[in-house]
């Protein structure tokens, strides 16, 4: 046998060259690259031709060349790994494809087939599609591209996420009923296109290829504990000389990390970063790999370097548990380990598309070729291999081999049933692995049990042929056995759940898989089988009956709680088993004999070791078990007994019944029917003296039993069964034994006997016995009543949902999911509502998308309606009688609920209609008939004579139905008295409420008598019921009078009272009347203060009192009076921004402004919600907040919902998140003369003079920076001064310099403009407004908040005032927003929140320069400000920023004394200016393409002919204006500067309270022209643009625009958008929505999908959230210094919205609120499904389609700055459970 010659490498021969070249050219000792490839193809070929080719020749290559590409390097990680893969494409894929193919390299194979099966693998949290019309069961399911193009697109379909491992069965006809193909994977339409034209030679090449490819990978994958490679793959001392020559590397070894699943990620994270002092980045991704791949290489060196770390590792991480799994491996082995993943998927992808090539390599996996795979396995191929090695491999091996497995073995069925029995004689082992292991079952060979017992087919031929449930139950039973206890009950430890045994009940799915089809007809082996895994589930239900027993507590409570959640867990992963189990019983006479047989031989003995006991009523007797409730064990898992009676209901169908032959047992005779019910009846007795309080010293633990046992998941198999059995038992026994053995074991006999009331009894005991009659009678309305059940009444099962569903829908109008959670499902999740909801409700459609649709039912069945329904609650009992009650009430109907006609019983269950017609029964109602009857009887209650009516009324219904005729209740029930009892009771006093159904009750018995017309009585009685009303209606009359009487003399105490204290504070009224009067006259004056809302003095005006909501006392907004506050949230937003996630808010000098630049950034924001306070009152509840978190204990402290440390606190009243507060500032008084006038010539002279005076100081050392004329504002000294805040251990910086005007300037200015400046040289000084003296303080504690909310570390007075400017400026941008979003009217009725946010906010940015204790800083912005406005480019920033800082910096400007900001002219001149600016901008930027000219009916307006000049001019030429409409260039003009008249009338309408036009105040009414003439601006082109002044001051604003035409700015930063912003748009359909998401992949990890894929909602981005892969390193707020991870949502939302975010959770269909770091909530999607609810985790998985109302809410809660509140109401402290926000 000859090996390839070893490589040469050839590097300086380029890769054409080695393509030009052929094999001959190139001597034979020399071979490059492709050379050798072709080479080793050869030789295969050749080898192949003598015969003798095999799994060597292949793998002699693969030991030289493998090792040259995937050694990893020395001292590296996998994470810096780097495989030149276009190379060992070259060396080791293509010979292979070019050896299969039998081409040369250059030469394509041939095009591949489609198949019609999909076998797509699916990921973990993958979306997959089931359809509920056509798939066989739940577990038949599509990928989303099968279903994209499927008829199930249009089906009710569910969607959900996989949880790994499974495959699409698009193309599997099994798993369909009907359509089983999509477009993609049709079946072809002729024999022509099945025919395969792979050629034989193509075949056998192909399984040459793959038996050495599955050997190879099997060999690699599945080494345990081996450092070195198998002998013969070991390198030749010649080989390994010319290697190491090319790798200029020594033999160097890897120690291997592995996988498990009892570290955390934390603990793992922290042992590296200790043990390997790598960083903590490096940590967490190498953790992140781990997790996924399931192993990673952490470190590359000498074998003794790599063993200590070994060591090292497992030292560090024993000291807490088991140490993690480290191994040593030589490098070669990892190699050869790459190599043979990549070989496995090259394999599958390979053979996917051609079925004969799929079959080659099934047949060599399986081992049915000739090859030498066989022998791996040890029989069974190389798949045999698999199963028994899975739990040897890590994760990323094992996928890779379930993988290849599914694309090969299980797309044939020939294949598949071969694979499903190697599967089935593996499957004890498999399991048992998989015990042991601890990944996930999705990670474990033993998941494909689901592609295998799925298949109706193969299911049945397994069980027949290979004893499938047999194996696979005996593999449960094994694990039970060894937790039974000496009686054989399974018994579970309270202080330890065994992991193993949750993982072993993982087989119960599987037996449900197998038994999921019922087959048709049955054969021997098939019924063979199926008996025989029957009698072993038998055995374990032996083992679970009487399991978790328990014993009553007397005079002690129970010391702690027994493990009862083990039981019940097992119970629900069974219960569906059993009942497919009696489905497949019930399928053939001969299996249900068999069965009943079998199951009464294992049931147990209950009288085993008691003598049975004679109990006698009256004149009958019975033999009973003796067996005290109260005092010996009990339990409510009697799974056997209730799997009899679920067999006992099958016998009909058959022809047998429980005394046919067929049922005998020659071992012993069958049980008596008392046996039978003996389990079941002690439970039922149980439950009832739980209810009667008799056990509540037991605890918790069985009150959740039983809630369990009576809930709508549990109760099928359970609380069902045992009423069915209870049945059986009435049925078979006579019933007069019947109710002796019940009362009996209620221990009631002595209840019945006449001399009961005459013995002592103690209150307690008294109390019981009691409720344990109203159980004793419930038990039997329960018995009698409930024939609702196939095979006990004459009715179907679609009859038995109807029941259910009107039941539930007399308590009250339900919405479909809730409706659904009410009902049983079947092992298919299904529970038939769909079926019949429409026969029996209607459906009432939502209003709004805030409400759920309502299914009410339908009024002709009101009548169905069953008091005592044996589903109820008693919550839904008490509330569903008091709704018909009030029913019919309104209906003018007896307010009585009779029971209504019942179905009729099928023949084996007759005897139940007898059971109130016997003696006992007739004794137990007369009882409690006399005991209500004598007033001095205590064993009495209301309820127990209600349960006794409404049995009477169950024997007159089936009496009257006629379908009984040895019936003769009436009868019988005159004979005993019964009848007389009953018209006593009619006119008792005690049963009141009870009597119209008592009329109902013997109008129906003296119809059966025949007596209608023959009862004097009952006529009397109907005289009193009709003559009670009326004396009813007399004392009601009465008592309306006297309560009217009553009242009048109460009002006039009160008003003579209220008299004398007025009389008597006569002084006090006077000085109050005063004031008001006052105010009224002012507020007169205030209402006629109405016009523009600029050029007048403001202010004037007196705000209403406010009531202080803590102190309830009322206080003035008044200078003198004391300070008030609004609490409010202040917040970093960037919602109106329009720089996107990754340009970031601005430089530090934009923090330094009062303007925001262009695009806004990140902005503050300030809201309230109304609420107002005394300042006192404020800081009061502040400090008793903060106390308050003291106290509290610190490992509680983080849900909270609000964070003390960073000043928030809750609303005392709405409990809204407050941060700060503002404080309510009266307006400034109206002086006396009015404001002067300014024209625009002194307003443009008097600018130009002061920004030629300016000049810049440092605030250091007074010394001068620039010169007088400074025309660089922003100078680099500023920009270093400005600039964001040091560090901690950096030197603090220099203080920012300050803009000053020379002094000169006040002699040159124009005396109209300084008349509106306060200026020192004032002849007359307007007076100073008074203060109360805590609110200047108010004003600063709220300005230095700001600053530290933006981000910024400085909190110098020129920073806070720019924060105050900017706040204002932006809330009243998003007030304008949100009012534009909602639909109202701009200056009309604004919600309160927002018009008192506003209010104070722009008043207390108004008083500051009467208020702020420096003039400079104001000085300085008001410089800064003209400058921006009059020099600075209209691009660079938006005018309304800079006309607010102006109008509030300006009476600062040139210094003087305290002056509040005014509407005055000079603030309408400034907001002239700033809207021209706007307009210039607006000419410079929008797009006039749509303006053409076209020809107008109408005159045309003259006033616009200079606008297209001016259009050229200031877009230097660039724009050619013939042909556009000046009218319409006019028009997108105006648009476009809206915005900015928007913001200006709110801003001016709350700084000068002047009340706006009737057309401001209605939707619609902000148009260009009334808004204009509130602002007293000019309207038109002609005013604003035609004269010299404004096209002068445009076209000058134009030459600063060089950015703009170089084409740096973009339009979206400078225009404003033509709506307020909103979310992104979602499209109508959900799946669409997870159909993209499934695209998405982790973006840090290589072909992994993200399990948390998150969309924001602002910005579109999906981000892969939750994972440690995707955590991103930000700076810590909470230290000074250092840095934390978050996860990448939460990274996003601070850069995309400053902190605040909205995202979608796709696969959860959930919101996300994020605020970051550490805060969120989670809440609905705005999807509904048809039915107008939420799907919040996709548990129903219905289509779901977009609520367009929901998603504008959300849009509107993020507009109006809402999310922050939003989470911290959503916040539940309550939860023991907290979510890792910041991990997000």
Request: with cysteine.
């Amino acid at each position: 046998m000859s090996s390839p010659p070893p490589v040469q490498l050839e590097v300086e021969v380029s890769e054409e060259s080695m393509e030009e070249d052929s094999a001959d050219m190139i001597p034979a000792d020399r071979f490059t690259l492709p050379s050798r490839a072709d080479a080793v193809v050869e030789l295969w070929r050749t080898k192949m031709a003598e015969g003798v080719l095999s799994s060597t020749h292949f793998q002699d290559h693969w030991r030289v060349t493998v090792p040259r590409i995937y050694s990893p390097q020395p001292n590296r990680t996998c994470l810096d790994w780097s495989f030149d893969e276009e190379l060992a494409t070259k060396l080791l894929i293509a010979p292979l494809e070019q050896f299969v193919w039998g081409v040369a390299g250059d030469q394509p194979p041939p095009p591949p087939r489609r198949s019609t099966l999909c076998g797509r693998v699916f990921r973990q949290g993958e979306p997959a599609y089931s359809c509920r019309e056509c798939g066989m069961d739940n577990t038949c399911v599509l990928c989303v591209e099968c279903f994209k193009v499927s008829a199930h697109r249009h089906h009710k379909y569910k969607m959900g996420q996989s949880g790994g491992g499974g495959c699409c069965d698009c193309g599997d006809t099994e798993a369909w009923k009907r359509d089983p193909f999509c477009e993609l994977h049709a079946a072809p339409e002729s024999e022509e296109q099945t025919a395969s034209h792979i050629s034989p030679e193509v075949v056998e090449r192909m399984k040459i290829v793959a038996n050495a490819v599955l050997s190879y990978s099997f060999r690699l994958l599945t080494l345990v504990h081996a450092p070195s490679l198998p002998s013969d793959l070991v390198l030749k001392d010649s080989e390994r000389e010319i290697l190491l020559e090319v790798l200029d590397q020594p033999d160097c070894y890897c120690t291997v990390l592995y996988n498990d699943e009892t570290h955390t990620f934390e603990q793992v994270i922290t042992s590296l970063t200790r043990v390997m002092k790598c960083t903590h980045r490096d940590s967490v991704e190498l953790v992140s790999l781990i997790d996924r791949e399931g192993r990673a290489i952490v470190k590359c060196n000498s074998f003794q370097v790599c063993d200590t770390l070994k060591n090292d590792i497992e030292g560090f991480t024993s000291r807490h548990g088991p140490a993690l799994k480290v191994l040593v491996m030589h490098a070669h082995v990892i190699a050869h380990q790459i190599f043979a993943m990549k070989l496995l998927a090259w394999l599958q992808n390979f053979v996917c598309q051609e079925a004969s090539l799929r079959l080659a390599v099934s047949s060599v996996a399986l081992g049915e070729s000739g090859g030498g795979a066989g022998a791996v396995g040890g029989g069974g191929g190389v798949a045999n291999g698999v199963l028994q090695n899975d739990c040897q491999m890590w994760k990323a091996a094992r996928t890779a081999w379930h993988n290849l497995l599914i694309a090969t073995t299980l797309m044939d069925y020939s294949t598949k049933r071969t694979m499903a029995i190697l599967f089935t004689k593996n499957y004890g082992s498999i399991l048992k692995d998989f015990i042991r292991d601890d990944h996930d079952h999705s990670f474990s060979v033993s998941s494909l049990s689901v592609q295998l017992f799925t298949t109706p087919t193969l299911a049945h031929h397994l069980i027949a042929h290979h004893d499938a449930l047999y194996i696979v139950l005996n593999t449960f039973v094994s694990e039970c056995n060894r937790r039974c206890n000496q009686q054989g009950r399974l018994e579970f430890d309270r202080n330890h759940v065994s992991m193993g045994f949750k993982r072993a009940q993982f087989v119960l799915y599987d037996v449900k898989y197998l038994l999921a089809s019922v087959p048709t007809t049955f054969d021997d082996d098939l019924r063979k089988g199926f008996l025989h895994g029957l009698s072993l589930l038998l055995k374990l239900m032996l083992m679970m009956q009487g399991m978790d027993s328990v014993v009553r507590q007397v005079g002690q409570h129970m010391e702690y709680e027994p493990e009862w959640e083990s039981a019940f867990n097992l119970h629900v992963k069974l219960a569906h088993s059993i009942t497919l189990a009696l489905e497949w019983c019930a399928a053939e006479r001969v299996l249900c004999a068999s069965a009943y047989r079998m199951a009464l031989r294992h049931l147990p003995d209950p009288a085993a070791g008691r003598e049975r006991e004679l109990r006698e009523l009256g004149d009958k007797s019975a033999m009973v078990i003796p067996y005290a409730v109260a005092r010996e064990p009990v339990s409510v898992h009697q799974p056997l007994s209730r799997f009899l009676a679920g067999l006992h209901l099958q016998l009909h169908r058959h022809g047998l019944s429980y005394h046919s032959r067929e049922l005998e047992r020659a071992e012993r005779a069958k049980p008596p029917p008392e046996d039978l019910i003996e389990p079941v009846l002690r439970t039922t007795v149980m439950v009832a003296q739980v209810h009667a309080g008799m056990w509540r010293r037991n605890g918790f633990a069985l009150l959740n039993q039983l809630y369990f046992y009576h809930n709508v998941k549990c109760r099928a198999e359970m609380l069902d069964r045992d009423v069915v059995m209870l049945q059986v038992g009435a049925s078979l026994i006579e019933s007069n034994e019947f109710m002796i053995h019940v009362l009996n074991k209620f221990e009631l006999l002595d209840w019945v006997a006449p001399g009961f009331e005459a013995k002592f009894i103690e209150d307690d005991t008294l109390r019981h016995k009691i409720s344990v009659v109203e159980e004793l009678l419930g038990l039997l309305i329960t018995v009698v009543g409930s024939r609702w059940v196939p095979g006990v009444g004459e009715v179907t099962n679609k009859e038995r949902t109807k029941k259910e569903i009107i039941q539930m829908l007399c308590v009250k109008p339900m919405a479909h999911s809730e409706l659904n959670k009410c009902l049983p499902e079947d092992q298919l999740y299904e529970t038939g509502l769909e079926d019949v909801i429409h026969e029996v409700a209607e459906f009432t459609k939502p209003a709004s998308g805030a409400n759920r649709g309502l299914y009410r039912l339908r009024a002709s069945l009101y009548d169905e309606y069953d008091t005592f329904y044996y589903h109820y609650t008693r919550e839904d009992l008490s509330r569903s009688e008091e709704e018909q009650r009030n029913r019919k009430k309104a209906a003018g109907e007896p307010e009585c609920c009779p029971p209504p006609p019942l179905p009729r019983l099928c023949p084996p269950f007759r005897l139940i209609a007898n059971l109130l017609q016997s003696d006992a029964a007739l004794t137990v109602l007369n009882t409690v008939i006399e005991r209500a009857l004598d007033l001095r009887a205590r064993c009495f209650s209301e309820t127990q004579v209600h349960k006794a009516l409404h049995l009477i009324g169950y024997a007159l219904r089936d009496e009257e139905s006629g379908h009984y005729e040895f019936l003769a209740f009436a009868e019988r029930a005159e004979r005993c008295g019964l009848y007389a009892l009953l018209q006593r009771l009619a006119s008792s006093p005690r049963v009141d409420a009870h009597r119209p159904l008592l009329k109902w009750l013997l109008t129906k018995m003296r119809h059966l008598l025949g007596k209608d017309d023959e009862n004097p009585e009952g006529e009397n009685m109907d005289t009193d019921q009709e003559e009670k009303p009326q004396t009813n209606d007399k004392a009601t009359e009465e008592r309306r009078q006297m309560a009217a009487e009553r009242r009048a003399r109460l009002m006039a105490q009160m008003q003579a009272q209220m008299n004398s204290f007025i009389s008597n504070n006569a002084t006090l009224f006077k000085e109050t009347t005063t004031e008001v009067t006052e105010e009224e006259q002012q507020q007169d004056l205030g209402k006629l203060y109405r016009g523009a809302a600029l050029g007048v003095w403001g202010g004037g005006v007196i705000d209403p009192p406010r009531v202080c909501i803590m102190c309830q006392e009322e206080g003035r907004i008044d200078a003198t009076a004391e300070p008030m506050v609004l609490v409010a949230f202040a917040q970093n937003s960037s919602v109106l921004s329009r720089r996107g996630c990754d340009e970031g808010a601005g430089s530090g000098d934009d923090e330094a402004r009062a303007w925001a630049p262009a695009g806004l950034g990140a902005q503050p924001h300030v809201s309230c919600c109304g609420h107002a306070m005394h300042a006192r009152c404020w800081r009061k509840y502040i400090e008793s907040v903060v106390d308050k978190e003291k106290l509290r204990p610190y490992r509680i402290r983080q849900p909270a919902t609000f964070d003390v440390e960073k000043g928030e606190y809750l609303c005392p009243l709405c409990e809204r998140l407050c941060n700060t507060a503002l404080p309510l500032l009266p307006p400034p008084p109206l002086p006396a003369a009015p404001p002067p006038p300014l024209d625009e010539e002194d307003y443009a002279q008097a600018a130009d003079l002061i920004l030629k005076l300016k000049y810049q100081v440092s605030t250091a050392d007074e010394t001068h920076v620039c010169g007088e004329v400074c025309e660089e504002l922003y100078c680099r000294a500023r920009i270093a001064a400005a600039g964001a805040g040091a560090s901690a251990g950096e030197p603090a910086p220099p203080a920012a310099p300050e803009l000053r005007v020379s002094e000169h300037v006040r002699a040159l200015l124009p005396p109209a403009f300084l008349a509106h400046l306060a200026t020192p040289d004032s002849p007359e000084p307007p007076p100073p407004p008074a203060h109360h003296p805590n609110s200047k303080a108010l004003v600063e504690t709220f300005a230095k908040i700001l600053p530290g909310i933006c981000g910024s570390s400085s909190s110098d007075s020129a920073t806070c005032v720019a924060a105050v400017c900017r706040a204002t400026a932006y809330t009243v941008r998003a007030t304008a927003a949100v009012l534009r979003a909602e639909r109202r009217p701009l200056l009309g009725e604004i919600p309160a929140r927002h018009r008192d946010a506003l209010r104070a906010l722009v008043r207390i940015a108004g008083a500051l320069p009467a208020l702020w204790p420096q003039r400079a800083p104001l000085a300085h912005h008001a410089l800064a400000a003209l400058d921006a406005l009059e020099r600075g480019s209209p691009l660079a920033h938006d005018g309304f920023g800079p006309l607010v800082a102006l109008v509030v910096t300006a009476p600062a400007l040139l210094g003087g004394p305290p002056a509040p900001a005014r509407p005055s002219h000079l603030a309408r001149q400034l907001t002239l200016r700033a809207l021209r600016a706007t307009l210039a901008r607006a000419l410079l930027a929008v797009d006039l393409s749509g303006c053409v000219d076209e020809p107008m009916d109408g005159p045309e307006r003259a006033d616009l002919d200079e606008l297209l000049p001016l259009v050229r001019e200031v877009r230097r030429g660039t724009l050619d204006v013939e042909g556009l409409d000046p009218h319409a260039v006019w028009d997108r003009v105006r648009a476009q500067c809206t915005d900015f008249l928007r913001w200006c009338c709110l801003f001016f309408w709350f700084l000068s309270d002047v009340e706006p036009t009737t057309e401001l105040t209605e939707a619609g009414g902000d148009t260009w022209e009334n808004m204009c003439a509130y602002l007293d601006l000019p309207s038109s082109f002609a005013e604003l643009l035609g004269a010299p002044l404004g096209r002068g001051a445009v076209l000058e604003w134009a030459s600063l625009a060089d950015e703009w035409f170089a084409g740096a700015a973009a339009p979206a930063l400078v225009l404003e958008p033509a709506e307020p912003p909103r979310l992104v748009a979602l499209p109508e359909d959900f799946s669409e929505l997870m159909n993209v998401v499934s695209e998405f992949s982790c973006p840090n990890s290589e072909r992994e999908d993200s399990k948390n894929p998150t969309m924001c909602l602002v910005c579109g981005q999906i981000l892969c959230s939750q994972s440690y892969c995707c955590q991103i390193e930000i700076r810590s707020k909470e230290r000074s210094s250092g840095k934390e991870l978050v996860g990448a949502v939460v990274a996003h939302a601070l850069r995309c919205g400053a902190g605040a975010g909205v995202f979608l959770r796709v696969r959860e269909c959930e919101l996300l609120l994020i605020a970051a770091p550490a805060r969120g909530a989670l809440l609905p999607a705005p999807y509904l499904d048809l039915y107008g609810e939420t799907d919040q985790g996709l548990r129903r998985g219905n289509p779901l389609l977009l609520c367009a109302e929901r998603y504008e809410k959300l849009r509107v809660l993020w507009l109006s700055h809402g999310v922050h509140e939003q989470i911290a109401r959503g916040l539940d402290t309550s939860l023991l459970v907290t979510t890792n926000w910041q991990n997000m």
